[in-house]
């Protein structure tokens, strides 16, 4: 069985297969490493999907439509895309509305906290809030459990 | 199985495309599972059910080590010469562009 549930963020997602300049890949990247160990149940949004193409295509990567597609379908071939239920989107508003946070930030910690998984995260709104945590904290928890589950 | 897991039987269900009807099962599980379980279902308004099928589906569907490679690769060649860049920064200054929009209309 899994040790944690993770929700990943789209911009954890995106060093699965982007490394040049990037902080916490390692970290990121063993987190699907455990995924594929099933230690970690890991997930994005239906949502990520459209953020990471949005990030590819317009953002500073300039990525062309095919390299895009490319990322998306391999996300897609990684992990399950989760669609927000209409309880987790009530408690995305209220998230969003205590946190000061936009509808689509405080979905992904909306779902996270209503599967009771973790949000893996380098969002610094996220992280502010205390709705998320980084990579390399999850990394650090996940081994911490593995110790405790060897002995 | 252990031998002091109570056993609780839990009506399942499923629908294939050939005939949908349902088949009850008994299974047994650890009290304290089941009131996790119910009271997870509970929180998203679903059954004990469907909260079991999603979760027999979610296991039975997990991708293939082999298949989450290959995914990997190709999505690391497809973005191997875009440079170098912070993929929290770009997903950041789409989400405040997406926001900004938003505001103006």
Not at chain 2, 74 to 90: H, P, Q, V, Y
Request: hydrophobic share 45%; charged share 30%; aromatic share 4%.
């Amino acid at each position: 069985m899994p040790a944690i549930d993770v929700v990943s963020d789209a911009d954890v997602a995106l060093k699965w297969f982007h490394s040049d300049g990037e902080q916490e890949v390692a970290e990121a990247r063993a987190l699907v490493d455990a995924h594929q160990a099933r230690t970690v149940a890991l997930s994005v949004l239906d949502l990520t999907f459209y953020e990471v193409g949005n990030a590819l295509l317009r953002g500073r990567a300039r990525a062309g439509a095919e390299q895009v597609a490319t990322v998306l379908e391999a996300l897609g071939a990684i992990c399950p895309a989760l669609r927000p239920e209409p309880e987790e989107r009530r408690l995305a508003a209220e998230l969003a509305e205590r946190h000061d946070l936009t509808l689509h930030d405080a979905t992904y910690a909306a779902v996270a906290e209503s599967r009771e998984a973790a949000l893996a995260t380098l969002d610094h709104e996220l992280l502010e809030a205390g709705l998320g945590a980084r990579p390399s904290e999850l990394t650090a928890r996940l081994a911490k459990a593995e110790r405790r589950g060897g002995r | 199985m252990r031998s002091e897991e109570p056993h609780i039987g839990i009506a399942m269900s499923y629908n294939s495309a050939m005939a949908a009807r349902a088949v009850k099962v008994m299974v047994s599980l650890p009290e304290d599972l089941l009131s996790r379980i119910d009271r997870i279902a509970a929180e998203r308004h679903t059954s004990r059910s469907a909260f079991l099928q999603e979760a027999a589906r979610r296991e039975l569907g997990w991708p293939d080590p082999a298949v989450i490679e290959a995914a990997l690769e190709r999505g690391r060649t497809a973005l191997a010469g875009s440079g170098s860049f912070e993929s929290a920064d770009l997903i950041r200054a789409e989400r405040e562009a997406r926001d900004a929009g938003d505001r103006r209309r």
